[in-house]
């Protein structure tokens, strides 16, 4: 292993677990997280509907996404859906209040994503990927990244549609 493979395997690694490390507190409630019920309140709360899809998606995108990319497995793919809950939390979350952490802004988020989006691009030249020989060539990794953005900014955009879906109807 040369030091630019393990580079990439280190922010695979801290990527990835950190990202999982998020959705175990909202799967499981670990290390003071909210658990699913909680989780689908905060949630609701966001004007996030149906809130217990959006609740069940994002919490196990951050688990399972995160574990795969820490073992560099489909780095692309679970890069891609890694990037795009990214989205969400940089946009819908944290946006309003700056760039700083120290005033939850998206700082945190922002290098999560990008990490996560980087690793995606390189592919995973450590990991499950590599044992089995599972490549996908740089055009198609850049355009699952891509679409990775595509897909948070979708997942942006369902919640204010279904919104005036339900204000019309009432």
Known sequence: MDTN??????LQLGIGLTFAAHGAQKVFGWWGGPGLAG??????????????????????????AGLLLAAGLLTPFVAAALVAQAVVIVVHVHWRNGFFNARSGIEFPLLLGLGAGALGLAGSAVGIDALVGFAVGPSARLAIVLGGVGAGLVALAVPRLNSRWITRAA
């Not at 493979?5 to 280190?10: A, K, Q, T, Y």
């Not at 989780?39 to 399972?64: Q, T």
Request: glycine content about 6%; cysteine-free.
């Open 39 to 64: 989780w689908e309140g905060a949630m609701e709360h966001m004007a996030f509907r149906p809130a217990r899809l959006f609740a069940l998606a994002s919490a196990f995108v951050e688990l399972g």
């Open 5 to 10: 493979d393990l580079s990439l395997f280190i």
